[in-house]
């Protein structure tokens, strides 16, 4: 079973700070990888997948990059509705499907 | 649109049985894979099983294998769960999420709809 570790575990930042949220792969998951955001009492939402590409109608503030182990999801400047809870979540090796454990993103 | 609508959630005993249902509309539900997934309270997410569109190939994850069942009704456009034995740990929203989303195969588990998810708790 390949275990993402995500951090940092929470992060408080300002509107109009960058954000940079981090997943790590304990093995190579290639750029099978995809984010998610959650806001209290919601379903999560797509964000990013194959490690890089937007899904339909996320804002291009929102990017993602890496390969193989490691992965970065950045939010160039954060709006008051991007705080959330932030999952990433591997497809490159199933079952089981896996996610991290979520980081949290915080108004400071 | 797409819609995913669960349904069949509420208040067990350990050891007993419930069975959820999701609703999908604004897709052809028999070409795509589903997924179940859930989430403990103030907990992260967790897969819980895979149907194939055909039903041919099913998954599960290893806290839930011989005692859950996930099945579907093409015809109907229902995916099911039924959850047996239930365990206080099996405290979760179940959200039912369409496979396939930006992907070749429509049985890959990037899951670009989701359901608003069903409530299972324990009664004390």
């Known amino acids: 079973e390949i275990v993402l570790t995500q951090s940092p575990a929470t992060l408080s930042l300002s509107p109009g700070e960058r954000a940079t949220l981090s997943c790590r792969a304990s093995?190579?998951?290639?750029?099978?990888l995809a984010w998610y955001q959650q806001k209290p009492g919601q379903a999560p939402r797509l964000l990013i997948y194959d490690a890089s590409n937007r899904a339909t109608g996320i804002p291009a503030r929102f990017s993602g990059s890496g390969s193989g182990t490691d992965f970065t999801l950045t939010i160039s400047s954060l709006e008051p509705e991007d705080f959330a809870v932030y999952y990433c979540q591997q497809r490159s090796s199933w079952p089981p499907v896996t996610f991290g454990q979520g980081t949290r993103l915080e108004i400071k | 649109q797409v819609q995913l609508v669960e349904s069949g959630g509420g208040v067990v005993q350990p050891g007993g049985s419930l069975r959820l249902s999701c609703a999908a509309s604004?897709?052809?539900?028999?070409?795509?894979?589903m997924h179940w997934v859930r989430q403990a309270p103030g907990k992260g997410l967790e897969w819980v099983a895979f149907i194939r569109y055909d039903e041919s190939t099913k998954y599960y994850a290893a806290s839930v294998k011989g005692r859950f069942t996930i099945s579907r009704d093409n015809s109907n456009n229902t995916l099911y769960l039924q959850m047996n034995s239930l365990r206080a740990e099996d405290t979760a929203v179940y959200y039912c999420?369409?496979?396939?989303?930006?992907?070749?195969?429509?049985?890959?588990?990037?899951?670009?709809?989701w359901g608003q998810g069903a409530l299972v708790t324990f009664s004390s």
């Open positions: 999420a369409k496979g396939g989303g930006y992907c070749s195969s429509t049985s890959c588990p990037f899951f670009d709809y």
């Open positions: 093995q190579s998951v290639s750029s099978s």
């Open positions: 604004g897709f052809t539900f028999s070409n795509y894979g």
